[in-house]
């Protein structure tokens, strides 16, 4: 993106005793007695409980491969979510090599996909393909709320000119507009830092602080209703960053940490 990104039952056992004795006179015979248990088995009932549905994610890959050939459709304003317009979308960034930002995120978000379905999350994603134009970010948005995700990541790259401008950086909604965006959102980007973090990754040098960016122009977190945050993976214009962000072991790295974040913020 550029930068200006888890009866006992009881067995009834009744002991019946059963004597005779005769009505006849003389000496009474000895009493003959019989007894009888009857055990009769319950049928168990199951304690455990029942499972709770999957958790839900949603993962919104920045940009699209067909934006660039649409300009018109990628430029109409859309609802920014504090009263104002911003385009519906952008082409993204690309690194000096031409490789292009909407493939990076395609190609990270689905790694992660992956990786969370075989850990039993139910995944969407807020486009079908790499080719196609949108969706804007107000309809991307619109997709985690809809969904009533448990969490809503947005995967991209940077694209700032800075000479040594290298690392990632976790942008959340701030000032925020409601309490899932105070509370959920900000724990939602601290667990994604934390894990790039203790994954070796380098935090921003050039933006935010500790490797979290509080911003408020943003408008698929502006608009989120769930807990929400965007991941700039590196900036692609960094020798050291585009050297990871090129090559599928470090996009591989890269959906590993994405995947470690979101895993430790739903718990």
């Known amino acids: 993106m ?9 067995p009834a056992v009744v002991l019946m005793s059963a004597g005779c004795t005769s009505g006849a006179s003389g000496p009474a015979p000895a009493p003959t007695g019989t007894t009888t248990a009857a055990i009769e088995t ?14 839900t994610v949603v993962l919104d890959p920045g940009h699209n491969g067909g934006n660039a050939a649409h300009p018109a459709q990628i430029t109409a304003p ?20 031409g490789y292009p930002e909407h493939a990076f995120t395609w190609d990270v978000s689905l790694r992660v996909r992956d990786a969370l379905t075989a850990h039993g999350v139910r995944v969407i994603l807020t486009r079908d393909d790499d080719t196609g134009v949108g969706p804007c970010v107000d309809r991307r948005a ?12 947005s995967i991209h790259a940077d694209g700032h000119p800075g000479a040594d401008a290298h690392g990632f950086h976790i942008a959340y909604a701030d000032p925020p507009l409601n309490p899932v965006q105070a509370g959920a959102g900000v724990a939602l980007a601290t667990a994604l830092r ?14 935010g602080s500790a490797g979290l960016n509080p911003r ?10 769930r807990p929400a945050a965007l991941v700039e993976c590196g900036n692609m214009r960094s020798a050291a960053d585009a050297a990871l962000i090129e090559t599928p072991e470090g996009r591989a790295r890269y959906a590993e940490l994405v995947t470690a974040g979101i895993l430790a913020f739903l718990g």
């Open 194 to 207: 934390d894990a790039m973090v203790r994954g070796g990754a380098i935090p921003s040098t050039y933006v």
């Open 42 to 55: 319950a049928t168990p009932v199951s304690s455990a409980l029942p499972e709770p549905p999957p958790r």
């Open 2 to 10: 550029r930068s200006t990104l888890l009866l006992s039952a009881f």
């Open 78 to 97: 859309v609802p920014d979510g504090r009263g104002g317009t911003k385009a519906c979308n952008t082409t993204g960034t690309a690194a000096d090599s």
């Open 142 to 153: 619109a997709v985690g709320n809809d969904a009533a995700a448990d969490a809503v990541v």
């Open 216 to 225: 408020a122009d943003l408008a698929g977190l502006n608009l989120a209703q």
